[in-house]
């Protein structure tokens, strides 16, 4: 344990309904600007997997930004995505500023989800089973190779001391409740991005009557951690639609489909072979295959300016340079244990899975997109969560949705989806924002600091700056 934690006062919840407040230690906390602002800092035990009465207890740490407001609002949990992001690290991007207009409404808890972060971050598991490096792997042969790593981790994470069981997004539902109850507060109000609006719809699922409001900003629905192919080639089609807004954008990339089309048929006609050089300085070969590029590229779409990075990627290719693409391939199978078992736990529903399956056969990224989901769906014993789970989330507390337009990894199809099951949702649409568009419009920090305020927010539509992809 930290050792500015030890003074803590902590509170252990497990089955019980109530707790007492906790007394919370002084915490500076890091911001982008290389200065640190004054906070606290707090833990909740709770068990690591709550279906074991024998279960470890496990920490569940949080920062807390007090609120300046003489009669705050309900505090406002923050809820990183990933899964596998820090909400105290994320202090140390430029959202401080988002957290700081926060505060002039409520106190805003930093939360770190179990096994992130400060909540004793989980370590990990980089397995002995090798990439063969003269192979262009397939679809299947990933699959392959990553279940038997799978396999070997489980076995470690296990010799860890690790229930992997205990890291499913209902887990984390709960522990927020145990945050809650140890503020001592009737309510908390939700703000998630990414895997976060999943966390938060669950927790909207699972404890109704402790949300006082929610804001989901780019929104994972509850079935939609394997995301649809045909979703991403209808986005690839709004980043056409974009580019060809711009007459030097549109010169340069009149066809962004058809290239990385034909560059994919290239690699798997004639697969190319690079060096992979690391961090620590050591390098391997590797054979590029199909596959392999059509990961990167779901990587690469989140936002436009890391569009633009990939699209100037598969230009060169085109030409024979895949200098880009070896900066990605690993020499072994490996895995975060916290984002791998969230993402395995949430599942796939049957009807999802099937129409994946036929939609790849066509997609341009087929459905490389989330790997290792829904690639490695079921493949634990008891981590899946019921179909209940998948269920839409219907709730009557107040939700704003805010989606962009060039979001490359979660779409405003799902964030409708989403918003139809909630009467008391309205839907903020970006034109031209990417996956992390807090300040990809001047508006979008203001809408989300009035409603966490109790502001009501009308559903709108704002228009971002066009992004260019002529100067990569």
Not at 285 to 298: A, H, I, K, M, S
Request: glycine share 6%.
């Amino acid at each position: 344990m930290h050792r500015h934690l030890l003074s803590l006062l902590v509170v252990t919840t497990a089955a019980c309904s109530w707790a007492q407040p906790i007394a919370l230690d002084p915490y500076p906390l890091a911001t982008s600007d290389e200065t640190t602002v004054p906070a606290e800092i707090g833990e909740v035990l709770v068990p690591e997997n709550r279906a074991d009465t024998e279960s470890r207890m496990i920490p569940v740490r949080f920062v807390r930004l007090a609120s300046r407001a003489e009669a705050p609002a309900a505090p406002v949990v923050y809820l990183a995505g990933g899964p596998g992001g820090s909400g105290t690290a994320t202090a140390e991007t430029r959202r401080i500023e988002l957290f700081e207009a926060l505060r002039e409404h409520a106190d805003v808890i930093l939360l770190d989800q179990r096994g992130t972060g400060l909540s004793e971050r989980l370590p990990y598991c980089s397995s002995s089973v090798e990439l063969p490096p003269d192979e262009a792997l397939t679809r299947d042969r990933w699959v392959e190779l990553h279940r038997r790593g799978l396999d070997e981790c489980l076995g470690f994470w296990e010799a860890e001391g690790i229930d992997i069981r205990g890291y499913t997004t209902w887990e984390s539902a709960a522990d927020v409740e145990a945050v809650r109850q140890a503020l001592g507060v009737e309510r908390v109000s939700l703000l998630g991005i990414s895997y976060g609006t999943h966390l938060a719809l669950a927790v909207l699922k699972r404890f109704p009557e402790s949300v006082d409001r929610a804001a989901l900003v780019s929104v994972e629905g509850p079935d939609d951690t394997a995301k649809l192919p045909s979703r991403t080639d209808a986005y690839l089609a709004r980043l056409q639609a974009a580019i060809d807004a711009d007459s030097a954008s549109a010169a340069r990339y009149p066809d962004i489909r058809g290239m990385i089309a034909g560059v994919l048929d290239a690699v798997e006609a004639d697969p190319p072979r690079v060096t992979v050089r690391q961090r620590d300085g050591t390098s391997f070969e590797r054979t590029l295959g199909r596959f392999d590029l059509q990961q990167t590229t779901g990587w690469m779409i989140s936002d436009p300016d890391r569009a633009a990075s990939i699209l100037a990627a598969y230009e060169a290719a085109s030409a024979g340079d895949y200098t880009f693409f070896s900066y990605f391939p690993a020499q072994r199978v490996g895995f975060a244990a916290m984002a791998t078992a969230m993402d395995l736990a949430s599942g796939i529903s049957a009807e999802r899975a099937d129409r994946i399956a036929r939609e790849r056969e066509t997609a341009l990224l087929g459905d490389a997109l989330n790997a290792p989901m829904p690639h490695l769906a079921g493949s634990v014993d008891g981590l899946t969560l019921p179909e209940s789970f998948r269920q839409p989330t219907t709730s009557d507390r107040p939700v704003l949705i805010v989606s962009g337009t060039l979001d490359g990894r979660t779409y405003p199809e799902a964030a409708a989806e989403v918003a139809s099951a909630l009467p008391n949702s309205t839907t903020v649409t970006v034109e031209n924002a990417g996956h992390n568009l807090f300040f990809d419009h001047p508006d979008v920090v203001g809408l989300i600091v009035d409603f966490a305020s109790g502001a009501a927010v009308p559903t709108q539509t704002l228009v971002a700056p066009l992004p260019t992809f002529s100067d990569r």
